[in-house]
């Protein structure tokens, strides 16, 4: 079975590999990577839902300062949408599904696990409870700005930390990854985020 994935920079997708690899759905062939940048990804939205007529595509994007995802999707107005057009949305953003895997996290970004905030529940504008990791603001930003800096790695902080009048370290997407392909553990995840345990459970229904 062939998919093609959206996602906006090379951590998001590498997390989409590794959500397949984890719902280990057997002869599934990535026909592509289809190019979207912030926010290329709203105005791609229905062609993306056209392409997945044909080859279903599995689309990873950040909930940010929305109310909820369903609103998020509501705003995309997708026309007919396709139930092989897989939207899948991180709340708040995909850094806060990694941290949620919070051992994992410090250990490997040589933190205190302390410096990482714990999951709460939240109904975010919606009509049932959600867990999700609570973050004071965006949690790539909290996680360079105050975990980050914790650091002992004189490495790992010069890749991720912002100079001045950056968002990220130039090499923060570098060092993400390795931590996504090989570190990070999703059944730890997944028990502070519904967002991301509803990311899995869509995609384990491809293995159906």
């Known amino acids: 079975m062939k998919v093609f994935i ?4 090379d951590a ?8 397949i690899e ?18 290329q990804i709203k105005q791609q939205m229905n062609k993306y839902n056209t392409l997945s007529n044909a080859v279903p595509v599995i689309l990873l994007t950040d909930l ?24 899948n949305i991180a709340v708040d953003e995909a850094e806060a599904w990694l941290m949620a895997d919070r051992e994992n996290f410090a ?6 696990i302390d410096t990482i905030p714990t999951s709460h529940q939240t ?4 009509r049932t409870w959600n867990t999700e990791m609570d973050f004071p603001c965006k949690s790539s930003f909290f996680l360079t700005n105050n975990i980050i ?20 370290g130039k090499e923060y997407n570098v060092a993400m990854t390795p931590f996504i392909k090989q570190h990070w553990n999703i059944e730890n995840a997944i028990k502070n985020s519904d967002s991301l345990k509803r990311m899995v459970e869509r995609l384990k229904s491809l293995a159906r």
């Open 64 to 87: 940010d300062n929305a109310y909820c995802a369903p609103s998020l999707i509501q705003s995309w107005n997708i026309e007919n949408k396709s139930n092989r057009f897989f939207l």
């Open 107 to 112: 250990r490997y970004f040589q933190v205190s």
């Open 123 to 126: 109904k975010m504008m919606g």
């Open 22 to 39: 984890y719902c280990q759905i057997k002869d599934i062939e990535i026909a592509g990577e289809l190019p979207a940048r912030g926010g």
């Open 149 to 168: 800096p914790k650091s002992q790695s004189e490495v790992i902080k010069k890749q991720m930390m912002p100079e001045q009048g950056a968002v990220k």
């Open 12 to 19: 998001t997708r590498a997390i989409i590999y590794r959500v």
């Open 6 to 9: 959206v996602g906006e920079d």
